[in-house]
């Protein structure tokens, strides 16, 4: 039985005899998070006894979990809690989830992003669990003068068998809140798993469905005011005036005015991504009113300079350069062009790829483009805010709410210590809430009106204030020789403003000679961390190129992926692969097996892909037919290693939903710009998919390998966009190159 330390995490067990420290309490009862029956509501325990600061027990047996980290709905709300209650050893049915308040004393890593809540987690949610378990078999054996090591417990109940002494856990919680903390505790086994491995329910679901309040928007309290904001028209525009005359005096009306997130030589965060520093507020007593009145606010706008600005990013200071000038879709198509032309910065070089492409026989060499993306959250940015002298008390859907808490604080020249942080569930991440601008706004707004404020964004100031996914390009380049074997590979990859690529992810490491080459080039539109950040776009190129290398070789794709991944097992090229080679394998091998990959069917067009990111890794063969010359996707099979899948129903759910937002935004979606201005501002003009062209069955199969889990909330997105365009080549012939492929043309702007 392995046994972890309690000393690691043991900030988690510092104040046990609090949870949050006070702070307020949300008008919506978290209390009730799961599905609970008037009977169980009636139970409900008239004292609650603090084991440590991940939960709590009731004299009748009823356990509270506390969900540390943000709901974006990735399910982390049930998912962690169940790591707890497994290693606590209580019976599921009787588990209430709450989501946890911002506590950086008894929590760590409270924020959603990267696909680590649950990696980062693992170890320490089950100590929790399994320490509160400890202590309450030292309760009972203080109790009943036994030994602690004849103690065992299944499902809430303490059992000591030689005396036949049993006991809930609520009538030991009392006692077991005061027990010293083990030093060690032993976790259980993975056969031994009860709760781990088994589906549960979505904790929220049932307010979900029924429209009850969960989200930022639904908060609200009685003396709240509303506050919109605008912001330049254009990237590369700033505030140069505000005329307030008509809008002031509106009906419901109580202030106009305009704010700085930062102020001049405000040290900026990873997370203060911002591309209008300086907003026209408008406040008022509805929400309806604010928006007449912003409506008839007169602003003026000015060119913005360019700038240099000091960036601190995870303990390291970057410069970073916004330039001036109104960009537009086609000059980004022209930086596409000519950097593609130039040498890049060579960040790996295996062999000597230069003279093998001088000697091939054949050079295969495709470009691959893909525009900006707002992230299109269906919760548009809210937050809530009610600030004074004393404390700031801050409500909303955040992905990062330590990391905000900081900037906040900053701005407002206030000690974290008075800054208090509740999480609300999010409709929506994808990235975007990682930068809590928004946030700060609504701190900003609150100390200026010395009253609670909720700050909302429209859905046409959420789509054009920036905070994009960057638009990128990569060139592919590979090398065959006579008799058609693969002898070179080369890859430059670039982006506005950042660069795609993954120097060491396959196919590094199983090519004797390989180069990988970047390039960046600066922009005044801001962009942001999206779903699979950079792995969205160039898993998708890569993907589609290495069909085409598979295809001019004569090989099956498959089977050219699987040859390539066992060279990088057995005699891999270099040191510094990121990638488990057999575990990149396994998925492909599994996909190929589920789907039938070797059996025709005339009607049916396949296309496959797999990628590793995120810790994880992913293959997908995707189905479509023509139906009056439209592609329809009637099947997709995904194959995932993420190690132990600790909520089976859960985890399919998220691999769907990644499925489809991928064939989505590969298919349809783009950003474009003229002068500066963005082009979309609204579903009227920005294409989704829709239900009638999602997959019309898609099924998940896991990998069994009892590994510890990796990441799960992105890594099903990345490579079904390549799959998705190498089943397009086989229904039509036609390859394609360029993002969104419904058009698979110019783009506006």
């Known amino acids: ?142 109790t009943w003068e036994v030994d602690a090591s004849e103690i065992t417990t299944i499902e809430g109940q303490l059992i000591h068998e030689a005396t036949g002494k049993k006991s809930g856990y609520g009538p030991m919680a009392s006692l077991a809140s005061e027990m010293e903390i083990p030093e060690e505790v032993p976790l259980k086994e993975i056969a031994d798993f ?25 908060y609200s309290t009685d003396n709240m005011l509303i506050a919109m904001v605008v912001h330049p028209p254009a990237f590369g525009m700033q505030l140069k005036s505000v005329d307030d005359s008509q809008a002031a005096s509106m009906p419901g009306i109580r202030k106009v005015f305009r704010i700085k997130t930062h102020e001049e030589g405000y040290s900026l965060g990873a997370f203060d991504n911002d591309a209008f520093n300086e907003v026209a507020v408008v406040v008022g007593n509805s929400t309806w009113e604010v928006m007449k009145a912003k409506e008839a606010l007169k602003t003026e706008w000015e060119l913005a300079p360019a700038k240099k600005e000091e960036l601190s990013f995870f303990g390291r200071t970057v410069t970073v350069e916004t330039p001036a000038g109104l960009e537009s879709s086609k000059d980004h198509r022209l930086v596409f062009d000519t950097m593609s032309k130039k040498k890049g910065k060579v960040v790996r070089k295996d062999g000597d790829p230069e003279t093998m492409f001088s000697k091939a026989a054949k050079i295969i060499e495709r470009s691959y483009t893909c525009p900006f993306l707002a992230h299109n959250t269906m919760e548009p940015m809210n937050f809530f805010a009610d600030v004074t002298s004393e404390r700031a008390n801050l409500v909303g859907p955040i992905q990062t709410p330590e990391i905000m808490e900081g900037s906040v604080a900053k701005r407002l020249g206030m000690d974290k210590e008075k800054i208090d942080v509740q999480m609300t569930r999010m ?34 100031d959420d789509m054009t204030q920036g905070t994009y996914r960057p638009a990128y390009h990569a060139l592919y380049k590979a090398a065959l020789d006579e008799n058609n074997n693969l002898i070179a590979f080369h890859v430059k990859t670039g982006g506005i403003p950042e660069s795609p690529l993954a120097a060491n992810r396959f196919p590094a490491g199983a090519i004797d000679h390989y180069m990988a080459e970047e390039w960046t080039e600066t922009s005044n539109i801001t962009v942001g961390a999206f779903r699979a950040p950079r792995s969205n776009f160039i898993a998708g ?35 510094n692969n990121d990638y488990d080679a057999s575990r990149y394998a396994g998925v492909l091998e599994l996909v190929k097996e589920k789907s039938n990959w070797t059996g025709t069917n005339k009607e049916i067009y396949r296309g496959t892909a797999a990628y590793f990111c995120h810790n994880s890794y992913v293959a997908n063969v995707l189905d479509l037919e023509m139906k009056n010359g439209n592609p329809v996707v009637k099947k997709v099979y995904c194959a995932i290693d993420c190690g132990i899948v600790v909520n089976p129903d859960a985890a399919v759910n998220l691999a769907e939903g990644g499925v489809v937002d991928g064939i989505g935004h590969a298919m349809y979606s783009a950003m474009t710009f003229k002068d500066g201005v963005p082009e979309q501002n609204n579903f009227d003009k920005y294409r989704l998919i829709r239900h009638g062209e999602a997959p019309k069955e898609i099924e998940v199969h896991f990998v069994d390998n009892q590994i510890d889990p990796t990441g799960l909330g992105e890594p099903p997105f990345p490579p079904i966009m390549g799959a998705m365009a190498n089943a397009l080549y086989k229904a039509t012939g036609v390859r394609h190159y360029n993002q969104p492929f419904i058009t698979d043309k110019p783009l506006a702007g």
């Open 427 to 460: 409709g929506g991440g994808f990235g975007r809430r990682l930068y809590g601008h928004f946030m700060t706004e609504a701190a900003v707004i609150s100390k200026e009106m010395g009253q609670p404020v909720k700050l909302i964004y429209s859905r046409e």
């Open 194 to 218: 009860k709760i781990i491995g088994t589906s549960r329910n979505n904790v929220d679901g049932q307010k979900i469905v029924t429209g009850q309040p969960l989200y930022g928007l639904d």
């Open 1 to 142: 039985m392995k046994t972890i330390k309690t000393t690691i995490g043991r900030r988690s067990f510092i104040k046990r005899s609090t949870l949050a420290g006070g702070g307020i309490m949300l008008s919506f009862n978290w209390l009730t998070s799961c599905d609970m029956t008037p009977n169980q509501v009636k139970a409900l325990p008239k004292e609650w006894f603090k084991i440590n600061g991940f939960l709590k027990i009731g004299e009748n047996g009823l356990v509270t979990i506390m969900s540390p980290n943000p709901e974006i709905g990735q399910n982390v709300k049930t998912s962690m809690p169940m790591l707890v209650a497994e290693e606590l050893d209580v019976n599921w049915d009787d588990v209430i989830v709450e989501q946890a308040p911002l506590n950086t004393s008894v929590f760590t890593r409270q924020l959603a992003g990267g696909s680590q809540s649950i990696r980062q987690g693992w170890n320490s949610l089950r100590m929790a669990g399994a320490t509160a378990r400890a202590m309450l078999i030292q309760a009972a054996a203080k």
């Open 541 to 575: 190129a890569e993907q589609a190129f290495l069909d085409e290398v598979a295809e001019a070789m004569g090989k099956d794709p498959i089977d050219f992926r699987l040859e390539l991944l066992d060279r990088a097992e057995k005699n891999p090229v270099g040191k």
